[in-house]
């Protein structure tokens, strides 16, 4: 029996009682579509109950994984924050960067500074960054599926699987056909036209986004679940896994987890008896990491330092923690250009990556209502999104990024015209590390990344940079740039140039910087970090925590190196990938208790 199942007839009592007054917070909108009335707030969660699997985090994979789960076992998810479904900010393309800009404490985007002064985010909402992110889907390498050990079958089979559900082809606007035919002029070849592999040259991506605009995010990955199996809390906060001694050896066992509701009132969850019975995090990046050190898993003297005792020394814990840099360019127009998100990439054979953002103001209302704020507003890469790249990290100030909105507020709205094309390195070759900063659970912890510490990543960059400015002189992207815009409009732009908070291209008279410096100045996050528990060094090939029974670890923070342009398929893909991994592994192993 887990410890906890023997609790007096009072604890026993409140349970029953707390199981029956659930109350669904689904929002009319997901129930309507999903009938998802297995989602309930943690404030109505049972003080004591039992699951075959607790899977904490309802992020990009934790959806997929625990909806798979369901199909043979009883699985409960754990998510921090609250529902996609109602939030314009999520479901609207138009909407794309309010998510970002929203530093509210119940903003499904949690912001945090790096150590090295890059701006970034987390989510925090049913869903993770499938919510929050521009919606490229494309594949990883087949190389990258042979160097992670896993099989390509199924691979292949978990991939189509998340794509029925949510991926649709875009409808690709001027600019962006623009953008593609400059990509192939510059060399950056074959087309490849639409597809979803990874290949190099150039191509026509999936998206999240339907014709409509409306996002489809990995929470839809719960009408595929089995609703009687499954059950969601939210806004369910996990502060630490419990862990016992195994009888046969020294080694730790999971039994369960602790999470706290928003009224600060504590629950335990305790995995029922069965050795095939797991914890498993899905929490992310900064997320798993963080809580297998609260819990006392991770580099021995860090956790004394903030009192917590050592379950297991573990130095490699939030190890290896890596974010890809991007270097973006605001290339004005002298001709209205169409909202659009990433739909085209060039894959070059130097390991860059180029990707283009694109809007007529960029249609998206930050935060403001009057019709001048709508207008004056460079969305993912306005400075309300922590986006400033005019500026080098350090300098990245809230201070520098109000001067910089007020500056725009004061801009030509012709100045606003046009999109930004950007370059995100392969690898990156260049990490750091993950530390506790405190330890509240809530609160994010320490992160360094050491942008462009590598010199091979500074290459890569100064080279994506060189192919950026050849697309932009291409005949391919003339249109959409001021060698073709009137002499007045040509005027505004220069009058404007030093008001910007964007970088562009081409560059500012002034900009005498050699391209190195430039990258290490103007880099900024394209949200793609990963690592803390890489496979092999805090986790096995089967994602299991090493010396630890009945852990797992299914998320970005196993990963060395980011998986092809965009890592949301492959981390979708893994969750489904490994449910049905981890279910083969328990019913041919004949055990069916559930």
């Known amino acids: ?85 109602g939030n314009r900010n999520v479901s609207s393309e138009y ?15 949690q912001r945090f500074v790096s150590e090295d002064g890059v701006v970034n985010a987390r989510a925090r909402v049913l869903g993770g960054g499938s919510c929050l992110n521009a919606g490229f889907y494309t ?31 875009p409808d690709v606007p001027p600019w962006q056909c623009a953008l593609r ?65 195994s009888e046969r050896t020294a080694n730790p066992v999971a039994y369960g987890v602790v999470f706290t509701d928003p009224a600060g009132v504590r629950h335990r969850v305790y995995l029922r008896s069965g050795a095939k019975s797991e914890v498993i995090l899905t929490a992310g990046t900064l997320g798993s990491p963080q809580l297998l050190m609260l ?37 004005p127009s002298p001709v209205p250009v ?54 080098p990290p350090m300098e990245r100030t809230p201070e520098a990024m109000r001067r910089a909105a007020e500056a725009m507020r004061r801009l030509d709205r012709r100045a606003f015209r046009g999109g930004f094309i950007l370059e995100k390195i392969l690898g990156p070759m260049s990490s750091g590390y993950i530390e506790l900063r405190s330890t509240d659970p809530a609160a994010n912890p320490a992160v360094t990344f050491n942008y462009f510490r590598d010199p091979r990543d500074v290459e890569r960059c100064v080279r994506g940079i060189q192919t ?29 140039a030093n008001l910007l908070p964007v970088n562009l291209l081409p560059r500012r008279a002034s900009d005498t910087r050699p391209l190195q410096q430039y990258c290490r100045e103007t880099v900024m996050t394209i949200w793609h970090y990963h690592g803390g528990c890489h496979v092999g060094a805090v986790v096995d090939k089967d994602y299991r925590v090493f010396r ?21 398929a492959t981390v979708m893909m893994l969750g489904r990938y490994m449910g049905l991994k981890i279910l083969e592994d328990r019913w041919t192993k004949n055990d069916v208790r559930h």
Request: net charge positive; proline share 5%; glycine share 10%.
């Open 95 to 109: 909407h794309f960067a309010d998510a970002l800009a929203d530093t509210s404490p119940r903003s499904p985007a």
């Open 181 to 245: 035919k400059g990509l192939l002029q510059a060399g950056v070849t074959p087309d490849n036209g639409y597809t979803l592999e990874h290949v190099p040259g150039t191509k026509i991506g999936g998206t999240i986004f339907d014709s409509t605009g409306r996002r489809h995010t990995a929470a839809d990955f719960l009408r595929r679940a089995h609703p009687r199996r499954l059950t969601v809390f939210l806004h369910a906060t996990v502060s630490r896994i419990l862990f016992r001694r």
């Open 468 to 496: 950026i400015e050849r697309v932009v002189r291409s005949r391919a992207f003339a249109r959409f740039t001021y060698a073709n815009g009137s002499a007045m409009e040509a005027a505004i732009l220069r009058r404007a």
């Open 1 to 85: 029996m887990a410890p906890g199942q023997g609790g007096s007839v009072a604890l026993v009592l409140a349970t029953v009682l707390g199981s029956l007054c659930l109350s669904l917070v689904a929002s009319p909108e997901a129930q309507k579509r999903y009938n998802f009335r297995f989602v309930r707030h943690a404030r109505d969660a049972p003080l004591v109950s039992h699951y075959n699997y607790i899977v904490v985090g309802g992020g990009t994979g934790g959806c997929p994984l625990a909806a798979t789960l369901s199909e043979r076992a009883h699985v409960l998810l754990l998510e921090r924050g609250g529902l996609p479904y």
């Open 338 to 391: 169409a909202l659009s998100l990433v739909q085209i990439v060039g894959v070059s054979r130097f390991g860059t990556f180029i990707e283009g953002v694109s809007g007529s103001q960029f249609g998206i209302p930050l935060h403001g209502r009057a019709a001048d704020r709508r207008t004056r507003s460079f969305g993912m890469f306005s400075p309300m999104t922590g986006q400033l790249g005019t500026v």
């Open 295 to 331: 819990s006392g898993i991770g580099p021995r003297r860090h956790l004394e330092k903030h009192g917590i005792q050592a379950v297991m020394d573990q130095p490699m814990v939030g190890q290896g923690v890596a974010d890809n840099p991007m270097n973006s360019v605001f290339v």
């Open 139 to 169: 594949r990883a390498s087949n190389g990258y599926v042979r160097a992670a050990g896993w099989d390509p079958r199924l691979v292949n089979a978990s991939y189509r699987w998340v794509e029925r559900e949510l991926v649709f082809r």
């Open 548 to 568: 630890v029974r009945g852990l797992r670890v299914i998320d970005s923070s196993t990963f060395k190196y980011s998986p092809g342009t965009n890592p949301q």
